[in-house]
């Protein structure tokens, strides 16, 4: 069996031996393969791009933003003078009325009717002063003949006085019974807009009736709160005859398109809240506020001065601290603390002097900052107020382009 089986071990160590030949070499191969691959990925890391900007100088105002809402100069309750039904509405809810404008009509009848009674009443009163008159004359003439006592006389003389004073209290019924009558006619008191009509024809009114009301829209208030320093600032500025100068805008704006001046001061500061109320007013002539709503207001406090102002979205943070990189002429970010004020058209002044002008800063790619480390910086172009404009694209082909789309065969194999 031994020398049988013998031919049989041979063939499978030659069979063995050339596998394990062949594994070394294809594990030479990986071991080779692997290697320069390493050495492909090696050397240093690249660096991340950012967008730079410069930091710029230019003259600012401090102000300070607040929150107020706004309220129409003058506002009416109209309520009616007289009590009565309503015969008519003359306008259209929600009109813009002038100051006269006819709005109610209250049936007039009833006090036509007290004109007339009152004119009746003047005109017996007018003939009853004219014969004591025309009594009193005679009696002058019979009193120097001695053919009337002076006692007549006297009594003549109170009965034509007592005449005369009765004309003069019948005219002044006559004057309330026409100015009831004109009241029946119920106008606008003010130029404004008038709200709907709260009560319709046919309706009986009293004099705590309301009719309507109106608003006046040639200009709006803005009332706000002002903290004491601010109103401390805004006090020096006013008394060195500078009015300090408001902006405001609604909720759907953008910036503060709108100006208007202070024109009333409360005479205390609340003591509970250390505020102080405040008004400005602002043109409405074209009818673009609504008194009611909300705005947001700014109020200058200082004169024109020098300040280094940043893009806001350079700003970082850092824990507690505000800070922003800025990057010299070796690639390296530097991280420097800032202290910032207002926001003027997308640039944050800044308040702190650890940031000169002209230095580059970034803007875009902070989370791939890191303090020290090389970064491939663009400077992007800026508009008059400092603000980056966005890049321009990539030509097509340049590095960091878009590939250009295959074509619609590319990859196909060919047919054979």
Known sequence: MAIRSAPFDERQSRTLTALC???????????????????????????????????????????????????????????????????KVHFADGAMVRKGTLLFSIDPRPFEAEVARAEAQ?????????????????????????????QEFDQLTSGSRTSAADIRASQAALRIARLNLDYTQVRSPIDGRASYAAITVGNLVGNQSVLTTIAGVAKVYAYFDSSEQ?????????????????????????????????????????????????????DNSKGEFTPGLAAKLKMESSAPHDAVLVPDRAIGTDQTKKVVYVVPADGRPQPREVKTGQLVGGMRVLL???IKPGENVVVDGLQRVMPGMPVKAQVLQTDANGM???????????????????SAGAGASAPR
């Open 21 to 87: 030949a062949g594994a070394s070499l294809l594990a030479a191969f990986v071991v080779a393969g692997c290697g320069g691959a390493a050495e492909a990925q090696g050397g240093p890391p690249q660096a991340p791009p950012v967008s730079v900007s410069p930091a710029v100088q230019r003259q600012v105002i401090d102000s300070e933003e607040f929150s107020g809402r706004l309220e129409a100069t003058d506002y009416v309750e109209l309520r009616p003078q007289v009590a009565g039904r309503i015969d």
């Open 122 to 150: 003047l005109a017996a009163v007018q003939s009853r002063f004219e014969l004591a008159s025309a009594e009193l004359r005679r009696a002058e003439g019979l009193l120097k003949q001695e053919a009337v006592s002076r």
């Open 230 to 282: 601010s109103f401390l600032r805004m006090k020096s500025s006013r008394l060195a005859g500078k009015a300090p100068t408001v902006y405001m805008a609604l909720a759907n704006e953008q910036g503060f398109p709108h100006r208007g001046q202070i024109d009333f001061i409360d005479n205390r500061l609340n003591a509970q809240t250390g505020a102080i109320r405040m008004r400005a007013s602002f």
């Open 352 to 354: 702190s002097d650890t």
């Open 388 to 406: 980056p404009l966005p890049p321009a694209p990539a030509a097509p082909g340049a590095p960091g382009a878009p590939a250009a789309p295959a």
